[in-house]
């Protein structure tokens, strides 16, 4: 693996990084509703030589590129949807979709992933082994990667990175995390049922709203009583309604929320406690209870081997200065997950902070933009991921 090189030729590409990422953050597009990028990606694809399946989960794309071993695959993946959020920016490449807008940095991701791919394709690289990308849709939505995956974009592949742009970072720099990087999710619904009456006459009934009080409280018993202190769990109601009014007793209550865990054990246990206090306490008072559990994404747990191959190679391109080791996982969640949740990888950040550009706005808001000198980086980085895979596999 020359560095140097891989530096040189794709220093050489920088422009053209720039004016696709543009082209994308210009015609930002929902989850599932991706047909511009999609086929924008193809038409790069094909400029390239390089074969691909498009429409996979409707909007997705899985490209190949044959490498000189043909047993081993490495994946690379890039989700490609944008946020319904109006772009306050003011700049030439700003978004044309009104209320929608790469606030998120999906449309670097997906530029980057190209980037690899026109490395070997323009410059006649043959890779060390073949090499898959996944072009995902709906990450910020229902989750691409679970259907993507049922489709069989990770049949035969061995090892598979993903990155994401990193507004806290400044450029120059990566993110590693070892271990549980992202956490899982559920979201919890929770019917409480009672019994209606006058409510000058509250012996008459069943009095939902206090039985879910009780839930309420006993739900909180479960972080701070059955969980490890060691470990990290989130139950979370974020809505309560019941009731029709105020002098009626209240005959049933919903209370919505989210369970978040970074270990499975962890998340079974949570989820076992939850349906236990819903079953049982609401039995004390003569009610009755009902959970409904609607799964979400799966924690993001990276494979050690991998970020050290990741950690090694950013200290060769950047500086060993220039790698942030992140303490505590993400309790927000990201689907690449799945990917790795039973194939060696990771995932890693990619710092895209400029505040001498004014480019420091947080993600999920309408000024959020990275800084374009990050584009190279990503590329450079995953292609020395490939080679380093490859060479330690």
Known sequence: MDIANIKKLVEDEKQWLIDVRRDFHSHPELGQQEFRTMNKICEYLDEMGISYKKEVFKTGVIAEIEGENKDYTIALRADIDALPIEDRKTCDYSSKNQGVCHACGHDAHTTIALGVARYFAKNKIVPPCNLR????????????????????????????????????????????????????????????????????????????????????????????????????????????????????????????????????????????????????IPKGFGGSGEFIREEGYTALINHDKEVDIIKENATKLLGEDKIYEKKVANMGVEDFAYFIENTPGAFFTLGVKNQSKGIDSPAHNGLFDIDEDALPIGVEMQIMNIYSAYNKK
């Open 133 to 280: 990308f996944f072009f995902q849709p709906a990450e910020e939505t229902v989750g691409g990667a679970k259907p993507m995956i049922k489709e069989g974009a990770l049949e035969n592949v061995d090892c598979v990175f993903g990155l994401h742009v990193d507004e806290y970072l400044p450029t120059g720099e990566i993110g590693i995390k070892y271990g549980a990087m992202n956490a899982s999710s559920d979201t919890l619904k929770i019917n409480i049922y009672g019994k209606s009456c006058h409510g000058a006459y509250p012996s008459d009934g069943v009095d939902a709203i206090l039985v879910a009080s009780h839930v309420m409280i006993a739900l909180q018993s479960i972080v701070s009583r059955n969980c490890d202190a060691r470990d990290s769990a989130v139950v979370t109601i974020g809505t309560i309604n019941g009731g029709t009014q105020g002098n009626i007793i209240a005959d049933k209550v919903q209370l919505v929320g989210t369970l978040r865990t970074l270990n499975p054990e962890v998340r079974a246990m949570a989820l076992k406690r939850i349906e236990e206090i819903v079953t049982n």
